[in-house]
């Protein structure tokens, strides 16, 4: 079965760096979707994207975030200057339609010191 | 702008009891409604899904969820639980008018005893 794959898996970075996490959704799919999960709450929603730009996008994705489909597989989300409070489970996502189910890959998680 | 509320945010049960969680989502609109389930250390995985017609709908894994509009609910439900359906389990809720945002409840964290 088709999966939306995620890389990478556990990144540590230091605060301020920039930090891409890399995706690639399902072949067929149009809509693209970025969510966190901090932990022990729950999973919230950052970004949508299709037809090559953004679609919606949540308070938090303020502009330390950018997403970008390089490509036609790769769909990457980019903080360009991290904080201790990004740390979290980033989960990429991709749906055939708008309103369809969400299939999700299986997270980065990511580690701010 | 939805919401979802699931009021359970721990449940404990001895393996072969039955399971309820509580989902209740508030829009205005036709949403499509989903049971997300996330295994400790895995991914989000579908567990079941309503978009249309029986409002009762069958997942994997022996559960299923009744969507009672009247009540803006979409409850989940087991007739007897394993240990290995210790999880953490999401409702979530998405309109199918176009506006692509899912939105998660708060989770229930289930553990079951052997």
């Known amino acids: 079965e088709p999966e939306v794959t995620q890389t990478p898996s556990h990144q540590v970075t230091q605060m301020g760096q920039e930090v891409i996490l890399r995706c690639v959704p399902i072949s067929n799919h149009l809509y693209f979707y970025w969510y966190r999960q901090i932990l022990g709450q729950k999973v919230e929603f950052l970004v949508s994207f299709y037809n090559n730009e953004i679609s919606e996008k949540s308070e938090i994705f303020d502009d330390q975030f950018s997403v970008e489909r390089p490509d036609g597989s790769n769909f990457t989300l980019k903080i360009r200057s991290t904080k201790l409070e990004d740390s979290a489970m980033y989960f990429c996502?991709?749906?055939?339609?708008?309103?369809?189910?969400?299939?999700f890959g299986e997270g980065s998680w990511l580690t701010v010191v | 702008a939805q919401s979802v509320s699931q009021h359970n945010h721990h449940v404990i049960l001895s393996e072969a009891a039955s399971l309820e969680l509580g989902c209740n989502y508030s829009y205005g609109g036709t949403v499509n409604l989903f049971w997300y389930v996330q295994y400790p250390g895995q991914h989000l995985q579908l567990l079941l899904k309503y978009f249309s017609g029986d409002p009762l709908v069958k997942g994997i894994k022996g559960f299923e969820a009744e969507f009672i509009k009247s009540k803006f609910s979409f409850n989940l439900r087991k007739p007897s639980v394993q240990w290995s359906d210790t999880a953490e389990y999401f409702c979530a809720v998405i309109s199918n008018f176009g506006n692509e945002k899912l939105t998660f409840g708060t989770g229930t964290r289930l553990t079951i005893i052997p």
């Open positions: 996502a991709s749906s055939p339609y708008s309103g369809n189910t969400i299939y």
